[in-house]
Each structure stands twice: as C-alpha cells, then as structure tokens.
C-alpha cells in the first residue's frame, strides 16, 4: 500500500502538510466536506452547506486512488448500510473520547427513549467527540446546537457536555417522536430542519430513500454517517 504526503494549499495563507494513506485521505476529504464544519462550503439560508466543488476538485485532483469503496458508501440505500461501510465522519481538528461521555449519554438515553448508539452516531458526525467544535453556521458543542435551538431546549451553554447531550437528545427524541420512530427522517430533520422536511412532504423512511436527491446534498451525507455510525457503535 502506498503511503504518500501531501502539501494541501488550503486557501491563502494555511498549509495542511498529510502522510497518509491516499484511500484514508480521500475518504476524511469526502466526510470533511459534506459537514457544517467545513470553512469554504457556501451557506444555505437554512445552515446546510451548498455544493461548492472547486476547491473540493482541486484538493482531490492532487492525488488519485481508487474510489470504488466511497463510492459504495455514498451509493449504498439507506437501510443497506453497514459496519462493514466505514466512513470517516468527523472534521480535521482534535475529537474527544466517547468514552468520556458515556455517563452522560446513557442518562439522556434513559431519560428520553433514545437509543445511545443512535446517540453516539449524532455526537461523532456533529462534532468528532469535540465538546468546543462550532460550525461556519454557528452551531455548537457535541451535538451541534444553534443557539435558538439550545435556548428553546433549556441550554444555557452549548459547551457544557452535559447541557449539549441533554439538550441535543431532548430535540431529537421529539424528532423521532414526530416522525413516528422513522429515523432516517428524523435525522433529515435534525440537520436540515424539520420545516424543510415538511415541505417536501417526507413523512417516513421509505420517502427520504425515494427522494434523498431533493433534500441538500450536506444533509444526504449526514444521513448515511449517522446511519453507518450507529452501526458500528451498536456492535
């Protein structure tokens, strides 16, 4: 296997100086940029990230690698993904441990009726296991809450670990109540928002699956992430 550096120019000023295997990096590029935490992605009015491929295309044109296993991943349905998919989901900054968290996680489970697993893939797509990671959008913390968001959930910061799960699981234990259970549109929801859901008139599983294309191509990732991430932590 072929371990190559690599010198990213990333805007102006910042240089990313990466050895590392280029399937890895092509695969932490392709998580990085469906995530709100990306800096060039353009900004939706609802927070989502616009597609801006060009400097996206000019990253990835500096190496080549196979792509056939994140193109599986990114192809997969919904209800097809498994640990055996992994995708890197996260952005290029220090994560934390879910270790770390899991006392608060488990309590919040428990109050809520969320599955922790469920949990956990929401905190490692959002955030990383970071409890300070803010988005270009401004949202903030593990489960990454806007602070309209926070303050209608009883958030007072964001950055408190406990606050955040609490708050983040609360909201989405009221998406998934909404949603009657289906959770692939109750993560729709948590990323895009729930008026855009309704909008579009998707009500459950099967219509997220048949209709992914219509809604923002961040949240279109930030499904399968989830959905993959979930999988792996309930093994």
Known sequence: MEIINYNLIIGSRSTLNI??????????????????????????????????????????????????????????????????????????????????????????????????????????????????????????GLMQLMDDTARGLGVADSFDPAQNIDGGTRFLSYLLRKYDGNVATALAAYNAGPGRVDRLGLKNDQDVEARLHELPSETQGYIRKVLNATVQWSV
Not at 85 to 103: N, R, T
Request: aromatic content about 8%; cysteine-free; overall charge negative.
């Open 19 to 140: 050895t590392t295997d280029p399937r890895l990096l092509k695969q932490m590029l392709l998580a990085q940029w469906t995530t709100e935490a990306n800096p060039f992605a353009g900004k939706a009015a609802n927070g989502a990230a616009e597609e801006s491929a060009g400097v996206f295309d000019l990253l990835l044109s500096q190496y080549t690698a196979d792509s056939q296993a994140s193109a599986a991943v990114e192809a997969a349905p919904l209800n097809r993904l498994s640990s055996s998919s992994v995708y890197w989901g996260g952005a290029l900054a220090p994560a934390g441990s879910s270790s770390d968290f899991d006392d608060l996680i488990v309590a919040a489970a428990e109050k809520y009726g969320v599955d922790p697993a469920l949990i956990k893939g929401v905190i490692q797509s959002e955030s990383s296991f970071n409890s300070n990671a803010v988005s270009g959008a401004g949202a903030k």
